[in-house]
């Protein structure tokens, strides 16, 4: 989804740290699987069941000028009457924001949820002032002020994440209850943080929210394989048809969210004016971390549903093999090698850690060699397998509409045409800097590799 800046990676990645160690989030042997050990729900999946609180007390500092951001602020690219009409309060924002203190995050307490919140609240700050920016000369630093930049490192560290707006921060963690006494449901939600503010970008989230919603009856079904006590009895092979079978129809479901963006998700307003906010950092214009050491390196691709959590598992269950690591047929093609194949590798590092656990421990046991050994299992792993590669047919088409299609327009005349958006040149590549077509190809083609032949 967003979709134009390249992971931009300095040296070592952000270290594996403390925080993990607070946590189970692997497994003793012989405790059965289950998603709960690591922070995934049996009815909302990766979403938490309950949303984050508002940060208090000397934090409302943060949580505050998030609330002022999107009156205040617009891109730094938009060249529109409005966004003239704020460029003076905009820098009013940024100036402030500068002289802030650099608050102690350790007073943020042991609670995983109030970490998550300042990562969310952050990050979303960050984007904010870096966006907003006028638009500079390339090769010219953007220097993030030591009183975001500081806590945003030391929160990142402590959970494990880049700091960076990530896809946990826009979907997960971007919402409250509208009535707390009913639970998480579409109709239940109220997106907090729009920096448009356009509806395009509230129903991009929704619709993000809907895959991971729907994602998340798979959840019982992985569970349920991993907890298999015998994988060569005749009640595994029927529980694992009979689950083959259930997951098709989720899967099409996937298919017609994505494809329902075509409904309300306005591609030229996506492209202009939603997904520039949530770009990563790239070469020409490299973040500096003020106040942080120098030598301290960053994961810093941007936000993109690549990352979803869900589609991973799903991937791994059906044992897609994005990184071309199996000889599998048809032969992946000269394009498929050229394409980013570690792509889904990398936007792991960009989920919560405890989401991340549980993908590796779902790799612990292969349905795909079940398959292979029980013939009866071929019909239904399959129809599984065309229908994830249905979808990404079909995601291929939303990329292509939505990015490709648009990197040849000329911004809208309310952002001032094609005045606007200074560096067009970037902006038909994905997250990882590659082209889209061919990413999404590559994905499209690594998945029907995996069906299994006679
Ligand atoms: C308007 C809606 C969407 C657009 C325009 C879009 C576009 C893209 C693009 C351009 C990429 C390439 C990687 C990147 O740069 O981020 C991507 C990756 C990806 N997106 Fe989307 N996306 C949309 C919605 C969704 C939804 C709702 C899901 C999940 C159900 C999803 C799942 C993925 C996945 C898993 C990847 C990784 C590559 C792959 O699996 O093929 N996307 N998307």
Redesign the pocket.
């Known amino acids: 989804?967003?979709?134009?800046s390249p992971v931009h990676i300095v040296g070592r990645l952000l270290g594996e740290t403390a925080y993990r160690s607070t946590r189970s989030n692997s497994l003793s042997s012989g405790q059965p699987f289950s998603g709960r050990l690591f922070d995934v729900d049996p009815v909302t999946g990766f979403i938490p069941a309950q949303p984050l609180s508002r940060l208090t007390g000397e934090f409302s500092l943060w949580e505050d000028a998030l609330g002022d951001a999107s009156r205040v602020l617009k891109l730094g690219e938009d060249k529109g009457e409005e966004a003239q009409a704020k460029r003076t309060a905009g820098e009013r924002w940024r100036q402030q924001l500068r002289t802030w203190p650099v608050l102690d995050v350790a007073r943020l307490g042991d609670k995983r949820t109030r970490w998550r919140r300042a990562h969310y609240v952050l990050a979303c700050l960050m984007h904010y002032y870096i966006h907003s920016l006028p638009p500079q000369p390339a090769g010219t630093a953007i220097i993030i002020p030591k009183p975001l930049a500081v806590p945003m490192v030391e929160v990142s560290k402590k959970i494990d994440m880049p700091p960076i707006l990530t896809f946990a921060d826009i979907v997960l963690w971007n919402w409250e209850l509208v009535n707390p006494n009913e639970p998480v449901s579409l109709d239940n939600i109220r997106f907090l943080t729009l920096f448009s503010g356009t509806e395009t970008e509230r129903n991009?989230y929704a619709?993000?929210l809907?895959?991971?919603l729907k994602?998340a009856e798979m959840v019982e079904i992985f569970e349920r394989f991993m907890n298999l006590p015998c994988l060569t009895d005749r009640t595994a092979v029927a529980t694992v048809a009979r689950d083959l079978e259930r997951i098709v129809p989720i899967i099409n479901e996937?298919s017609d969210?994505?494809q329902g963006?075509r409904s309300n998700?306005d591609?030229h307003i996506?492209y202009w004016a939603v997904r520039a906010w949530w770009d990563g950092s790239d070469a020409s214009r490299p973040w500096v971390f003020e106040g942080v050491s120098p030598y301290t390196s960053f994961e810093l691709g941007?936000a993109?549903?690549?990352q979803?959590s869900?589609?991973?598992a799903l991937?791994i269950y059906l044992d897609v093999d994005?990184a071309l690591k199996h000889p599998r047929q048809p032969s992946p093609s000269p394009e498929n090698r050229r394409a980013d194949t570690r792509?889904?590798e990398k936007?792991r590092r960009y989920m919560p850690v405890e989401h991340r656990a549980y993908l590796t421990q779902l790799q612990t046991r292969s349905l795909r060699d079940l398959v292979q050994r029980t013939p009866s299992l071929r019909g239904p792993y399959n129809a599984a397998v065309e229908a994830l590669k249905k979808?990404?047919d079909g995601?291929i088409r939303?990329?292509t509409?939505?990015?490709i299609s648009q990197a040849r327009s000329v911004p809208p005349a309310f952002m001032g045409g094609s005045e606007a958006f200074s560096r067009k040149d970037e902006r038909s590549?994905?997250?990882?800097g590659?082209p889209?077509g061919p990413?999404?190809k590559?994905?499209?083609d690594a998945t029907q590799r995996a069906i299994l032949k006679d």
């Open positions: 989804m967003n979709v134009s991009f619709l993000s809907a895959a991971e994602g996937l969210i994505l963006a998700i591609p996506f941007g993109s549903a690549g979803s869900v589609m991973h991937d994005h792509f889904m936007m979808f990404r995601h939303i990329g509409l939505y990015i590549k994905g997250t990882g590659n889209v990413l999404l590559a994905g499209r």
